[in-house]
Protein backbone atom coordinates (compact mmCIF):
# COMPACT_ATOMS: atom_id res chain seq x y z
CA UNK A 1 0.00 0.00 0.00
CA UNK A 2 1.45 2.97 -1.39
CA UNK A 3 0.94 5.96 1.47
CA UNK A 4 -0.39 9.34 0.96
CA UNK A 5 3.04 11.47 0.55
CA UNK A 6 4.67 9.32 -1.22
CA UNK A 7 1.64 9.85 -4.02
CA UNK A 8 2.57 13.38 -3.69
CA UNK A 9 6.31 13.36 -3.88
CA UNK A 10 6.16 11.52 -6.98
CA UNK A 11 3.33 13.28 -8.57
CA UNK A 12 5.15 16.53 -8.12
CA UNK A 13 8.64 14.61 -9.65
CA UNK A 14 6.21 13.53 -12.53
CA UNK A 15 5.37 17.91 -13.01
CA UNK A 16 8.59 18.83 -12.59
CA UNK A 17 9.93 16.31 -15.14
CA UNK A 18 7.21 17.63 -17.62
CA UNK A 19 7.89 21.09 -16.62
CA UNK A 20 11.45 20.85 -17.72
CA UNK A 21 11.21 19.00 -20.84
CA UNK A 22 8.43 22.00 -21.87
CA UNK A 23 11.07 24.55 -21.10
CA UNK A 24 13.88 22.70 -23.02
CA UNK A 25 11.71 22.19 -25.73
CA UNK A 26 10.86 26.38 -25.53
CA UNK A 27 13.93 27.12 -25.00
CA UNK A 28 15.89 25.21 -27.89
CA UNK A 29 13.31 26.95 -30.00
CA UNK A 30 14.43 30.12 -29.16
CA UNK A 31 17.99 29.45 -29.81
CA UNK A 32 17.21 27.84 -33.08
CA UNK A 33 15.47 31.06 -34.04
CA UNK A 34 18.15 33.32 -33.18
CA UNK A 35 20.83 31.53 -35.29
CA UNK A 36 18.23 31.36 -38.25
CA UNK A 37 17.72 35.34 -37.46
CA UNK A 38 21.65 35.83 -37.72
CA UNK A 39 21.96 33.84 -41.04
CA UNK A 40 19.36 35.81 -42.44
CA UNK A 41 21.09 39.10 -41.71
CA UNK A 42 22.20 40.10 -45.08
CA UNK A 43 23.86 43.36 -43.68
CA UNK A 44 27.01 43.50 -45.09
CA UNK A 45 30.27 43.58 -42.97
CA UNK A 46 32.15 45.80 -45.30
CA UNK A 47 30.10 48.21 -46.45
CA UNK A 48 31.00 48.91 -50.38
CA UNK A 49 34.11 51.46 -51.07
CA UNK A 50 33.69 52.03 -55.08
CA UNK A 51 31.51 51.92 -57.71
CA UNK A 52 32.43 49.52 -60.36
CA UNK A 53 34.47 51.24 -62.86
CA UNK A 54 36.25 50.16 -66.43
CA UNK A 55 39.55 48.78 -66.26
CA UNK A 56 42.36 47.20 -69.07
CA UNK A 57 43.41 43.98 -68.38
CA UNK A 58 46.30 42.92 -70.43
CA UNK A 59 45.05 39.59 -71.45
CA UNK A 60 47.46 36.73 -72.68
CA UNK A 61 47.12 34.08 -75.15
CA UNK A 62 49.43 30.88 -75.20
CA UNK A 63 48.52 29.63 -79.23
CA UNK A 64 50.21 32.54 -80.86
CA UNK A 65 52.22 34.32 -77.39
CA UNK A 66 50.16 37.72 -78.11
CA UNK A 67 48.69 40.04 -75.08
CA UNK A 68 45.66 41.63 -76.29
CA UNK A 69 43.91 44.51 -73.91
CA UNK A 70 40.33 43.84 -72.75
CA UNK A 71 38.17 46.26 -70.94
CA UNK A 72 35.93 44.82 -68.01
CA UNK A 73 33.73 46.40 -65.22
CA UNK A 74 34.73 46.30 -61.79
CA UNK A 75 34.99 48.07 -58.38
CA UNK A 76 38.39 48.65 -56.76
CA UNK A 77 39.33 49.86 -53.89
CA UNK A 78 41.05 53.73 -53.50
CA UNK A 79 43.94 52.67 -52.10
CA UNK A 80 46.42 52.08 -54.53
CA UNK A 81 48.14 49.36 -53.09
CA UNK A 82 44.85 47.73 -52.60
CA UNK A 83 43.72 48.48 -56.12
CA UNK A 84 47.26 47.47 -57.66
CA UNK A 85 46.60 44.18 -55.97
CA UNK A 86 42.85 43.91 -56.57
CA UNK A 87 43.56 44.78 -60.15
CA UNK A 88 46.16 41.47 -60.39
CA UNK A 89 43.89 39.11 -58.33
CA UNK A 90 40.97 40.14 -61.59
CA UNK A 91 43.46 39.29 -63.87
CA UNK A 92 44.65 35.93 -62.47
CA UNK A 93 40.71 34.71 -61.87
CA UNK A 94 40.65 35.75 -65.63
CA UNK A 95 42.84 32.82 -66.25
CA UNK A 96 41.63 30.94 -63.69
CA UNK A 97 38.30 30.28 -65.91
CA UNK A 98 37.50 27.69 -67.72
CA UNK A 99 38.40 28.20 -71.55
CA UNK A 100 40.98 30.62 -70.84
CA UNK A 101 43.81 31.19 -73.69
CA UNK A 102 46.45 31.32 -70.87
CA UNK A 103 45.13 28.93 -68.37
CA UNK A 104 46.03 28.85 -64.92
CA UNK A 105 45.13 27.64 -61.70
CA UNK A 106 42.64 29.19 -59.39
CA UNK A 107 43.42 30.65 -56.68
CA UNK A 108 44.87 33.68 -54.60
CA UNK A 109 48.02 34.79 -56.72
CA UNK A 110 49.34 37.56 -54.37
CA UNK A 111 50.05 38.47 -51.08
CA UNK A 112 50.65 41.99 -50.99
CA UNK A 113 51.13 44.45 -53.32
CA UNK A 114 53.63 47.46 -52.00
CA UNK A 115 54.36 51.09 -53.89
CA UNK A 116 57.18 52.59 -53.07
CA UNK A 117 58.37 56.29 -54.18
CA UNK A 118 61.33 56.40 -56.66
CA UNK A 119 64.28 57.04 -56.41
CA UNK A 120 64.52 54.37 -53.74
CA UNK A 121 65.90 55.95 -50.50
CA UNK A 122 66.77 54.69 -46.95
CA UNK A 123 65.37 56.23 -43.78
CA UNK A 124 67.46 57.08 -40.27
CA UNK A 125 66.68 58.27 -36.91
CA UNK A 126 66.66 62.06 -36.59
CA UNK A 127 69.84 62.76 -34.78
CA UNK A 128 69.54 66.71 -33.93
CA UNK A 129 69.20 68.21 -30.99
CA UNK A 130 65.61 69.66 -31.81
CA UNK A 131 64.10 66.28 -32.74
CA UNK A 132 64.26 65.12 -29.14
CA UNK A 133 61.91 68.01 -27.29
CA UNK A 134 59.13 66.08 -27.30
CA UNK A 135 59.83 63.43 -24.68
CA UNK A 136 62.80 62.28 -26.50
CA UNK A 137 61.02 60.95 -29.61
CA UNK A 138 63.23 60.64 -32.41
CA UNK A 139 61.54 60.85 -35.67
CA UNK A 140 62.55 58.94 -39.08
CA UNK A 141 64.01 60.63 -41.84
CA UNK A 142 64.44 59.52 -45.70
CA UNK A 143 68.44 59.93 -46.48
CA UNK A 144 69.75 59.24 -50.00
CA UNK A 145 70.98 56.11 -50.34
CA UNK A 146 74.57 54.67 -50.44
CA UNK A 147 74.00 53.23 -53.66
CA UNK A 148 75.64 55.42 -56.42
CA UNK A 149 73.07 54.44 -58.93
CA UNK A 150 70.02 54.22 -57.16
CA UNK A 151 66.67 53.15 -59.15
CA UNK A 152 65.17 56.26 -60.67
CA UNK A 153 61.77 57.58 -61.53
CA UNK A 154 61.04 58.55 -65.05
CA UNK A 155 58.29 60.71 -64.97
CA UNK A 156 58.26 62.70 -61.38
CA UNK A 157 55.99 60.70 -58.61
CA UNK A 158 56.70 57.55 -60.55
CA UNK A 159 56.83 54.23 -58.29
CA UNK A 160 58.21 50.89 -57.73
CA UNK A 161 55.42 48.18 -57.09
CA UNK A 162 56.88 45.41 -55.06
CA UNK A 163 54.71 42.24 -55.63
CA UNK A 164 54.80 39.65 -53.23
CA UNK A 165 53.48 36.47 -55.30
CA UNK A 166 51.71 33.43 -52.71
CA UNK A 167 54.10 30.56 -53.02
CA UNK A 168 51.18 28.24 -53.72
CA UNK A 169 50.48 29.97 -56.68
CA UNK A 170 53.80 30.15 -58.38
CA UNK A 171 54.53 26.34 -57.34
CA UNK A 172 51.34 25.28 -59.76
CA UNK A 173 52.26 27.68 -62.40
CA UNK A 174 52.97 26.08 -65.70
CA UNK A 175 56.69 26.23 -66.56
CA UNK A 176 57.91 27.34 -70.26
CA UNK A 177 59.32 30.52 -71.19
CA UNK A 178 56.30 31.78 -73.21
CA UNK A 179 54.31 30.68 -70.63
CA UNK A 180 55.97 32.21 -68.18
CA UNK A 181 56.56 35.62 -69.87
CA UNK A 182 53.58 36.20 -70.80
CA UNK A 183 51.82 35.79 -67.18
CA UNK A 184 54.25 38.17 -66.14
CA UNK A 185 53.91 40.52 -68.95
CA UNK A 186 49.94 40.46 -68.81
CA UNK A 187 50.84 41.48 -65.11
CA UNK A 188 52.89 44.66 -66.27
CA UNK A 189 51.12 45.50 -68.87
CA UNK A 190 47.98 45.81 -66.51
CA UNK A 191 49.73 47.75 -63.70
CA UNK A 192 50.61 49.89 -66.71
CA UNK A 193 47.29 50.83 -68.34
CA UNK A 194 45.04 51.31 -65.14
CA UNK A 195 48.54 52.33 -62.61
CA UNK A 196 50.42 54.70 -65.21
CA UNK A 197 51.92 56.24 -61.53
CA UNK A 198 53.92 52.53 -61.23
CA UNK A 199 57.23 52.28 -63.73
CA UNK A 200 59.26 49.48 -62.25
CA UNK A 201 57.69 46.35 -60.83
CA UNK A 202 59.87 43.75 -58.74
CA UNK A 203 58.36 40.18 -57.63
CA UNK A 204 59.04 38.39 -54.28
CA UNK A 205 57.34 35.03 -53.41
CA UNK A 206 56.81 34.63 -49.96
CA UNK A 207 58.09 37.58 -49.06
CA UNK A 208 61.68 35.99 -50.57
CA UNK A 209 63.53 36.82 -53.95
CA UNK A 210 62.88 33.75 -56.24
CA UNK A 211 65.32 32.97 -58.85
CA UNK A 212 62.67 31.93 -61.49
CA UNK A 213 58.82 31.89 -61.77
CA UNK A 214 58.80 28.22 -62.83
CA UNK A 215 61.76 27.41 -63.89
CA UNK A 216 62.60 30.47 -66.75
CA UNK A 217 61.17 33.31 -66.48
CA UNK A 218 63.50 35.84 -64.06
CA UNK A 219 62.04 37.19 -61.02
CA UNK A 220 65.53 38.74 -59.60
CA UNK A 221 65.41 41.77 -61.90
CA UNK A 222 63.58 44.36 -62.06
CA UNK A 223 61.07 44.85 -64.86
CA UNK A 224 59.47 48.00 -66.27
CA UNK A 225 56.06 48.68 -66.46
CA UNK A 226 55.19 49.35 -69.83
CA UNK A 227 52.53 48.61 -72.88
CA UNK A 228 52.81 44.50 -72.97
CA UNK A 229 50.32 44.07 -75.38
CA UNK A 230 51.21 43.20 -79.01
CA UNK A 231 50.70 46.17 -80.88
CA UNK A 232 52.64 48.36 -78.02
CA UNK A 233 55.52 46.18 -78.02
CA UNK A 234 55.89 46.34 -81.93
CA UNK A 235 55.74 49.95 -81.28
CA UNK A 236 58.57 50.29 -79.24
CA UNK A 237 60.57 47.69 -81.00
CA UNK A 238 60.21 49.86 -84.28
CA UNK A 239 61.17 53.11 -82.05
CA UNK A 240 64.18 51.29 -81.00
CA UNK A 241 64.88 49.88 -83.51
CA UNK B 1 65.27 49.47 -68.35
CA UNK B 2 67.05 49.30 -65.10
CA UNK B 3 68.79 45.86 -63.49
CA UNK B 4 69.36 45.71 -60.40
CA UNK B 5 71.71 43.16 -58.56
CA UNK B 6 75.62 42.12 -58.54
CA UNK B 7 78.12 43.00 -61.48
CA UNK B 8 80.61 41.37 -62.54
CA UNK B 9 82.73 40.29 -65.64
CA UNK B 10 81.49 38.80 -68.56
CA UNK B 11 83.77 36.02 -67.97
CA UNK B 12 83.65 34.38 -64.59
CA UNK B 13 84.35 30.61 -64.87
CA UNK B 14 87.16 28.97 -67.44
CA UNK B 15 85.91 26.40 -69.46
CA UNK B 16 86.15 22.87 -68.71
CA UNK B 17 88.96 20.61 -70.69
CA UNK B 18 85.52 18.60 -71.73
CA UNK B 19 83.17 20.87 -72.27
CA UNK B 20 84.09 21.41 -75.90
CA UNK B 21 82.27 18.32 -76.66
CA UNK B 22 82.23 18.09 -80.56
CA UNK B 23 85.02 19.02 -83.16
CA UNK B 24 84.19 19.46 -87.05
CA UNK B 25 86.25 16.07 -88.48
CA UNK B 26 88.15 17.94 -90.53
CA UNK B 27 89.57 21.34 -89.42
CA UNK B 28 87.91 24.41 -90.35
CA UNK B 29 88.63 26.27 -93.31
CA UNK B 30 88.17 29.80 -91.37
CA UNK B 31 90.79 31.02 -88.51
CA UNK B 32 89.49 30.45 -85.14
CA UNK B 33 89.16 34.36 -84.08
CA UNK B 34 88.33 36.12 -87.29
CA UNK B 35 88.58 39.69 -87.31
CA UNK B 36 85.54 41.75 -87.50
CA UNK B 37 85.12 42.11 -90.81
CA UNK B 38 87.21 39.56 -92.46
CA UNK B 39 85.71 40.93 -96.30
CA UNK B 40 86.81 44.27 -95.29
CA UNK B 41 89.54 45.79 -96.61
CA UNK B 42 92.83 44.26 -94.50
CA UNK B 43 94.07 48.11 -94.47
CA UNK B 44 92.14 48.77 -91.94
CA UNK B 45 90.05 46.05 -90.19
CA UNK B 46 90.10 47.52 -86.36
CA UNK B 47 88.41 50.95 -87.77
CA UNK B 48 85.76 49.25 -89.51
CA UNK B 49 84.72 47.36 -86.36
CA UNK B 50 84.96 49.68 -84.13
CA UNK B 51 82.58 51.87 -85.36
CA UNK B 52 81.77 53.44 -82.21
CA UNK B 53 85.02 54.71 -80.45
CA UNK B 54 86.00 57.93 -79.46
CA UNK B 55 88.11 60.06 -82.35
CA UNK B 56 91.91 60.62 -81.22
CA UNK B 57 95.35 60.00 -82.67
CA UNK B 58 95.89 56.77 -80.54
CA UNK B 59 94.76 53.53 -81.72
CA UNK B 60 91.33 52.03 -80.57
CA UNK B 61 90.59 49.58 -78.02
CA UNK B 62 91.26 46.16 -80.20
CA UNK B 63 88.22 44.70 -81.69
CA UNK B 64 86.07 41.84 -79.50
CA UNK B 65 87.15 38.41 -81.33
CA UNK B 66 85.08 36.10 -82.73
CA UNK B 67 84.99 32.70 -83.68
CA UNK B 68 82.80 32.56 -86.80
CA UNK B 69 82.90 28.48 -86.28
CA UNK B 70 81.81 28.16 -83.03
CA UNK B 71 78.34 27.47 -81.80
CA UNK B 72 77.07 27.57 -78.56
CA UNK B 73 74.49 25.20 -77.24
CA UNK B 74 72.99 25.05 -73.75
CA UNK B 75 70.47 22.55 -73.35
CA UNK B 76 68.59 23.97 -70.08
CA UNK B 77 68.14 22.28 -66.88
CA UNK B 78 69.51 18.73 -66.23
CA UNK B 79 70.04 16.85 -63.12
CA UNK B 80 67.58 17.36 -60.16
CA UNK B 81 66.23 20.41 -62.42
CA UNK B 82 64.19 18.30 -64.92
CA UNK B 83 62.23 21.90 -66.34
CA UNK B 84 58.80 21.85 -66.93
CA UNK B 85 56.63 18.29 -67.62
CA UNK B 86 55.56 17.87 -70.83
CA UNK B 87 54.04 14.62 -70.53
CA UNK B 88 53.48 11.51 -68.30
CA UNK B 89 56.70 10.29 -69.99
CA UNK B 90 58.52 13.48 -70.98
CA UNK B 91 60.68 16.09 -68.79
CA UNK B 92 62.17 19.06 -70.54
CA UNK B 93 65.55 18.36 -69.54
CA UNK B 94 65.42 15.62 -72.22
CA UNK B 95 64.13 17.24 -74.61
CA UNK B 96 66.94 19.54 -74.56
CA UNK B 97 69.02 17.30 -74.62
CA UNK B 98 68.43 15.35 -77.25
CA UNK B 99 67.43 18.39 -79.49
CA UNK B 100 71.09 19.97 -78.34
CA UNK B 101 72.66 16.39 -79.81
CA UNK B 102 70.44 16.77 -82.99
CA UNK B 103 71.81 20.00 -83.50
CA UNK B 104 75.59 18.99 -82.41
CA UNK B 105 75.63 16.37 -85.61
CA UNK B 106 74.06 18.65 -88.13
CA UNK B 107 76.40 21.79 -86.85
CA UNK B 108 79.63 19.29 -87.17
CA UNK B 109 78.68 18.30 -90.35
CA UNK B 110 78.83 21.92 -91.58
CA UNK B 111 82.16 22.51 -90.42
CA UNK B 112 81.51 24.46 -86.84
CA UNK B 113 82.89 23.92 -83.64
CA UNK B 114 80.05 22.83 -81.00
CA UNK B 115 80.71 23.80 -77.62
CA UNK B 116 77.51 21.99 -75.30
CA UNK B 117 77.16 23.54 -71.45
CA UNK B 118 76.38 20.05 -70.74
CA UNK B 119 76.27 16.51 -72.98
CA UNK B 120 75.06 14.40 -70.57
CA UNK B 121 72.14 14.23 -67.45
CA UNK B 122 73.66 16.17 -64.74
CA UNK B 123 75.63 19.11 -65.84
CA UNK B 124 79.01 19.50 -63.61
CA UNK B 125 80.58 22.70 -62.88
CA UNK B 126 84.04 23.75 -64.58
CA UNK B 127 87.27 22.28 -62.32
CA UNK B 128 84.61 21.67 -59.16
CA UNK B 129 83.60 18.09 -59.49
CA UNK B 130 80.38 16.90 -57.87
CA UNK B 131 79.11 21.01 -58.03
CA UNK B 132 76.01 21.71 -59.89
CA UNK B 133 76.43 23.99 -62.36
CA UNK B 134 74.63 27.35 -61.86
CA UNK B 135 73.19 29.73 -64.56
CA UNK B 136 76.12 31.59 -64.02
CA UNK B 137 78.09 28.80 -65.05
CA UNK B 138 76.80 28.32 -67.83
CA UNK B 139 76.98 32.13 -69.10
CA UNK B 140 80.77 31.86 -68.41
CA UNK B 141 81.25 28.85 -70.60
CA UNK B 142 79.36 30.12 -73.74
CA UNK B 143 81.41 33.57 -73.44
CA UNK B 144 84.99 32.07 -73.06
CA UNK B 145 84.00 30.43 -76.39
CA UNK B 146 83.11 34.47 -78.14
CA UNK B 147 80.83 32.16 -80.36
CA UNK B 148 79.39 33.20 -83.89
CA UNK B 149 75.87 32.06 -82.03
CA UNK B 150 75.03 31.24 -78.46
CA UNK B 151 71.70 29.04 -78.50
CA UNK B 152 69.75 28.20 -75.03
CA UNK B 153 67.24 25.38 -75.68
CA UNK B 154 64.22 25.02 -73.90
CA UNK B 155 61.14 22.90 -74.47
CA UNK B 156 57.06 23.26 -73.29
CA UNK B 157 54.16 21.63 -73.60
CA UNK B 158 52.10 24.84 -74.03
CA UNK B 159 51.54 26.08 -77.77
CA UNK B 160 52.73 24.58 -80.94
CA UNK B 161 55.90 24.70 -83.08
CA UNK B 162 59.25 26.94 -81.92
CA UNK B 163 59.29 29.47 -79.96
CA UNK B 164 61.67 32.01 -80.93
CA UNK B 165 63.03 34.43 -77.46
CA UNK B 166 65.56 37.33 -77.37
CA UNK B 167 66.89 39.15 -74.68
CA UNK B 168 64.51 41.76 -72.89
CA UNK B 169 67.59 44.33 -72.33
CA UNK B 170 67.81 47.52 -74.26
CA UNK B 171 70.96 47.92 -77.22
CA UNK B 172 73.25 49.65 -75.82
CA UNK B 173 76.05 51.02 -78.79
CA UNK B 174 78.77 48.78 -77.45
CA UNK B 175 80.62 46.69 -75.40
CA UNK B 176 81.88 48.35 -72.36
CA UNK B 177 85.67 46.87 -71.37
CA UNK B 178 84.24 46.60 -67.83
CA UNK B 179 80.90 44.41 -69.02
CA UNK B 180 77.91 43.95 -65.94
CA UNK B 181 77.15 40.67 -66.02
CA UNK B 182 73.35 40.86 -65.57
CA UNK B 183 73.46 43.16 -68.77
CA UNK B 184 76.46 41.75 -70.71
CA UNK B 185 73.69 41.04 -73.77
CA UNK B 186 72.98 44.87 -74.05
CA UNK B 187 75.47 45.25 -76.36
CA UNK B 188 74.66 42.39 -78.55
CA UNK B 189 71.05 43.09 -79.31
CA UNK B 190 71.16 44.12 -82.63
CA UNK B 191 73.23 41.16 -83.74
CA UNK B 192 70.48 39.31 -81.54
CA UNK B 193 68.15 40.75 -83.08
CA UNK B 194 69.33 40.14 -87.01
CA UNK B 195 69.86 36.23 -85.93
CA UNK B 196 66.55 36.40 -85.15
CA UNK B 197 65.30 37.33 -88.10
CA UNK B 198 66.84 35.15 -90.07
CA UNK B 199 65.84 31.86 -88.06
CA UNK B 200 62.47 33.49 -88.19
CA UNK B 201 62.93 33.48 -92.17
CA UNK B 202 64.01 29.49 -91.91
CA UNK B 203 61.55 28.40 -89.62
CA UNK B 204 58.66 30.23 -92.11
CA UNK B 205 60.45 28.43 -95.19
CA UNK B 206 60.23 25.34 -93.16
CA UNK B 207 56.65 25.14 -92.35
CA UNK B 208 57.22 25.80 -88.98
CA UNK B 209 54.52 27.46 -86.78
CA UNK B 210 56.73 29.53 -84.84
CA UNK B 211 56.40 32.83 -82.28
CA UNK B 212 58.89 35.44 -81.64
CA UNK B 213 59.35 37.69 -78.60
CA UNK B 214 61.52 38.85 -76.35
CA UNK B 215 61.85 37.26 -72.94
CA UNK B 216 63.65 37.34 -69.24
CA UNK B 217 65.45 34.17 -69.42
CA UNK B 218 68.60 33.61 -67.32
CA UNK B 219 71.13 33.27 -68.63
CA UNK B 220 70.50 35.05 -71.73
CA UNK B 221 70.87 37.97 -70.45
CA UNK B 222 74.49 37.48 -69.07
CA UNK B 223 75.93 36.36 -72.94
CA UNK B 224 78.39 38.01 -75.12
CA UNK B 225 77.56 36.66 -78.03
CA UNK B 226 74.11 36.77 -80.39
CA UNK B 227 72.35 34.83 -78.11
CA UNK B 228 68.64 33.56 -78.53
CA UNK B 229 66.38 31.32 -76.46
CA UNK B 230 65.01 28.21 -79.00
CA UNK B 231 61.86 26.95 -77.56
CA UNK B 232 60.49 23.70 -78.50
CA UNK B 233 56.73 23.14 -78.28
CA UNK B 234 54.87 20.28 -79.80
CA UNK B 235 53.91 20.13 -83.57
CA UNK B 236 50.67 19.00 -82.67
CA UNK B 237 47.91 18.52 -80.17
CA UNK B 238 49.71 16.06 -78.75
CA UNK B 239 52.04 16.97 -75.77
CA UNK B 240 54.43 13.64 -76.76
CA UNK B 241 54.79 14.91 -80.56
CA UNK B 242 57.67 17.08 -79.50
CA UNK B 243 59.86 13.50 -79.09
CA UNK B 244 59.40 13.03 -82.73
CA UNK B 245 62.17 12.55 -84.61
CA UNK B 246 61.15 13.95 -87.86
CA UNK B 247 59.68 17.26 -86.54
CA UNK B 248 63.08 17.39 -83.82
CA UNK B 249 64.90 17.19 -87.41
CA UNK B 250 63.29 19.22 -88.85
CA UNK B 251 63.84 22.14 -86.42
CA UNK B 252 67.79 21.61 -85.88
CA UNK B 253 67.49 21.63 -89.89
CA UNK B 254 66.00 24.81 -90.37
CA UNK B 255 68.51 25.86 -87.19
CA UNK B 256 71.57 24.96 -88.99
CA UNK B 257 70.94 26.31 -92.06
CA UNK B 258 70.60 29.53 -90.79
CA UNK B 259 74.05 29.33 -88.66
CA UNK B 260 75.55 28.37 -91.81
CA UNK B 261 74.38 31.71 -93.33
CA UNK B 262 74.98 33.97 -90.48
CA UNK B 263 78.85 32.76 -89.28
CA UNK B 264 79.79 34.92 -92.74
CA UNK B 265 77.27 37.76 -91.56
CA UNK B 266 77.79 38.02 -87.58
CA UNK B 267 79.95 41.14 -86.55
CA UNK B 268 81.02 42.11 -83.07
CA UNK B 269 79.94 45.34 -81.38
CA UNK B 270 82.71 47.93 -81.17
CA UNK B 271 84.36 48.23 -77.52
CA UNK B 272 83.29 51.46 -76.22
CA UNK B 273 86.87 52.49 -74.18
CA UNK B 274 85.50 55.37 -72.77
CA UNK B 275 82.34 54.17 -71.29
CA UNK B 276 84.07 51.46 -69.80
CA UNK B 277 86.24 54.15 -67.98
CA UNK B 278 83.10 55.89 -66.72
CA UNK B 279 81.90 52.65 -65.58
CA UNK B 280 85.00 51.89 -63.19
CA UNK B 281 84.44 55.33 -61.81
CA UNK B 282 80.65 55.19 -60.37
CA UNK B 283 81.13 51.70 -59.73
CA UNK B 284 80.80 50.50 -56.46
CA UNK B 285 84.16 49.02 -54.34
CA UNK B 286 82.28 45.78 -54.43
CA UNK B 287 81.42 45.99 -58.09
CA UNK B 288 84.77 47.24 -59.29
CA UNK B 289 86.46 44.01 -57.80
CA UNK B 290 85.69 41.43 -60.49
CA UNK B 291 86.42 44.51 -62.82
CA UNK B 292 88.30 43.11 -66.25
CA UNK B 293 91.58 44.85 -66.36
Partial sequence: MIQRHQRIVFWCLVVCIIGMGVLLAVERQRGRERIAALAEDETPLDAPTAM?????????????????????????????????????????????????????????????????????????????????????????????????????????????????????????????????????????????????????????????????????????????????????????EGQSN | MTMTGRAQVAEPAAVAPGQETSKPATAPKRPATAPAKPTAAPAKPAAAAVRHAAPSSTPGPAPIP????????????????????????????????????????????????????????????????GSAMTLDDRAGIANHAHAAACLVLHATPSGNGVHLYRSELEASEGQPTVVPWLTAQAAWIPQSRLLEKQMTTAFSRSGLALVTSSASV???????????????????????????????????????GTLLVWQNQVQPPARLAAAAKETVGQATPSDAAGAQP
Fill in chain 1, 52 to 236: AETVTLDLANDADGSIAPASRQIALPEEPNARARALIDHLIAEYALPGSAHALVPGAAVAEVFLVPLPLVGYTTDATSSATKDGGFRPTLPVAQSDPDPVQPKQPGGELAVIDLHSTFVNQHPSGVEVESLTLRSILGTLHANLPQIEQVRFLVDGQARETLAGHADLLRTYPAADTTSSGSAAS
Fill in chain 2, 66 to 129: INRTVIVLDPAHGGVDSGSQISDTTVEKNVTLALAFRLRSLLTARGFSVVMTRDADAPAVPNAA
Fill in chain 2, 218 to 256: RPIDSLTCPALVVELAPSGDDADSINDTDYQQKVALAIA
